[in-house]
């Protein structure tokens, strides 16, 4: 690349160029649209259950009759897919973590009763056992360790239960060892050629996670931290090489997660692998534009779409988002 300007102030002033509105939007590098949106939407079980989530303004869980109405809005805005997380009471989870194999458990549901009402729009799976295990690990736990080809075998059984129920996409998010290709054969196996696997390649040991852990009832169940099995926040190579791993052993897609702390991240996943790239704006980055917007301390609409465009800028494909819906209406009203 010629670094060199061809040209010199004052001939050369970039500033001509952002003069006016339609020289800015001739000159835009890039663009963001309905098209890029996963939803990310949070479960619980009931009927017409609109539940606030306090470190989440503006989010609510949703009991699978809602998230019915929230995938007509998704598919009204244009917003190709949804992502489903499920909510489960401290007393309803099991060292186990048995409720993921449930083929009747709160996510099988709400899969089955969306495809019924909303067949064309995508559904991503959240393959990990934290929802369902009383320690709040995404795997099995046995004196202090997490079990890695004892919990693949589990996440197998939950992603083809999945992929039964009609979800298109299985999303593992539980950085065990192997499990995308596991996962990739017991899908083909069960006759599930079609079912995508995005992976959550570089996931990253996050604090900005926190929200979500009350999102989904672990907040106060999670015994110690995930750093035995999610990347060390300081990592970069381990990135790719994670990402590697994963698109070897059949990955559709890949995901970098969270999403602005580690823009450099997407752009070095996109770079070396020019494969479908995607990003997961997390609970936590939710969580700081909505409560500075609150307070008064930022614009919360323009903090939303700049932080958006800005995954695209660093190369992502598509961003897994809770603003899905909110941004999709800021793009359509022009
Ligand atoms: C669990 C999972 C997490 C998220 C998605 N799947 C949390 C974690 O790993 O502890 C985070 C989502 C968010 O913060 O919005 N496997």
Same mark, same amino acid.
């Given at each position: 690349?010629?670094?060199?300007?061809?040209?010199?102030?004052?001939?050369?002033?970039?500033?001509?160029?952002?003069?006016?509105?339609?020289?800015?939007?001739?000159?835009?590098?890039?663009?963001?649209?309905?098209?890029?949106?996963?939803?990310?939407?949070?479960?619980?079980?009931?009927?017409?259950?609109?539940?606030?989530?306090?470190?989440?303004?503006?989010?609510?869980?949703?009991?699978?009759?809602?998230?019915?109405?929230?995938?007509?809005?998704?598919?009204?805005?244009?917003?190709?897919?949804?992502?489903?997380?499920?909510? @489960? #009471?401290?007393?309803? *989870?099991?060292? &186990?973590?048995?409720? =993921?194999?449930?083929? %009747?458990?709160? +996510?099988?549901?709400?899969?089955?009763?969306?495809?019924?009402?909303?067949?064309?729009?995508?559904?991503?799976?959240?393959?990990?056992?934290?929802?369902?295990?009383?320690?709040?690990?995404?795997?099995?736990?046995?004196?202090?360790?997490?079990?890695?080809?004892?919990?693949?075998?589990?996440?197998?059984?939950?992603?083809?239960?999945?992929?039964?129920?009609?979800?298109?996409?299985?999303?593992?998010?539980?950085?065990?060892?192997?499990?995308?290709?596991?996962?990739?054969?017991?899908?083909?196996?069960?006759?599930?050629?079609?079912?995508?696997?995005?992976?959550?390649?570089?996931?990253?040991?996050?604090?900005?996670?926190?929200?979500?852990?009350?999102?989904?009832?672990?907040?106060?169940?999670?015994?110690?931290?995930?750093?035995?099995?999610?990347?060390?926040?300081?990592? @970069? #190579?381990?990135?790719? *090489?994670?990402? &590697?791993?994963?698109? =070897?052993?059949?990955? %559709?897609?890949? +995901?970098?997660?969270?999403?602005?702390?580690?823009?450099?991240?997407?752009?070095?996943?996109?770079?070396?692998?020019?494969?479908?790239?995607?990003?997961?704006?997390?609970?936590?980055?939710?969580?700081?534009?909505?409560?500075?917007?609150?307070?008064?301390?930022?614009?919360?609409?323009?903090?939303?779409?700049?932080?958006?465009?800005?995954?695209?800028?660093?190369?992502?494909?598509?961003?897994?988002?809770?603003?899905?819906?909110?941004?999709?209406?800021?793009?359509?009203?022009?």
């Amino acid at each position: 690349m010629n670094k060199t300007p061809l040209g010199r102030y004052p001939a050369l002033r970039l500033r001509r160029m952002r003069g006016a509105d339609w020289s800015r939007r001739l000159m835009s590098e890039t663009t963001l649209s309905c098209d890029d949106f996963i939803w990310a939407i949070v479960l619980k079980d009931g009927k017409g259950l609109r539940e606030p989530i306090d470190a989440m303004p503006g989010v609510f869980r949703l009991s699978p009759d809602e998230a019915v109405k929230a995938a007509i809005e998704a598919r009204d805005l244009g917003i190709p897919a949804l992502a489903l997380f499920p909510y @489960t #009471d401290a007393d309803a *989870r099991t060292p &186990g973590g048995e409720d =993921a194999v449930n083929p %009747d458990n709160l +996510m099988c549901r709400a899969a089955r009763a969306i495809k019924a009402q909303v067949p064309e729009i995508g559904l991503m799976a959240d393959v990990a056992l934290d929802p369902y295990t009383d320690h709040g690990h995404d795997g099995l736990l046995n004196d202090g360790v997490i079990l890695n080809d004892e919990t693949v075998e589990i996440l197998v059984k939950q992603a083809v239960v999945q992929a039964a129920a009609g979800f298109d996409i299985v999303a593992p998010s539980d950085m065990m060892d192997g499990r995308v290709g596991a996962i990739r054969q017991g899908l083909d196996k069960a006759g599930y050629q079609n079912v995508q696997i995005m992976a959550y390649a570089a996931k990253y040991a996050s604090a900005f996670y926190g929200p979500y852990r009350e999102a989904i009832g672990s907040a106060g169940v999670l015994q110690g931290d995930k750093r035995t099995y999610q990347m060390d926040p300081a990592n @970069t #190579d381990e990135a790719l *090489r994670e990402v &590697g791993l994963d698109l =070897a052993e059949g990955a %559709d897609s890949v +995901m970098v997660k969270p999403g602005m702390p580690y823009l450099d991240i997407v752009r070095r996943v996109k770079e070396e692998f020019a494969a479908p790239t995607f990003v997961f704006q997390v609970s936590g980055e939710y969580a700081m534009i909505r409560a500075a917007a609150q307070n008064g301390w930022l614009d919360g609409e323009r903090a939303m779409m700049e932080s958006l465009t800005a995954f695209k800028r660093a190369g992502a494909n598509g961003i897994i988002t809770y603003f899905a819906a909110e941004a999709a209406r800021v793009l359509r009203r022009g």
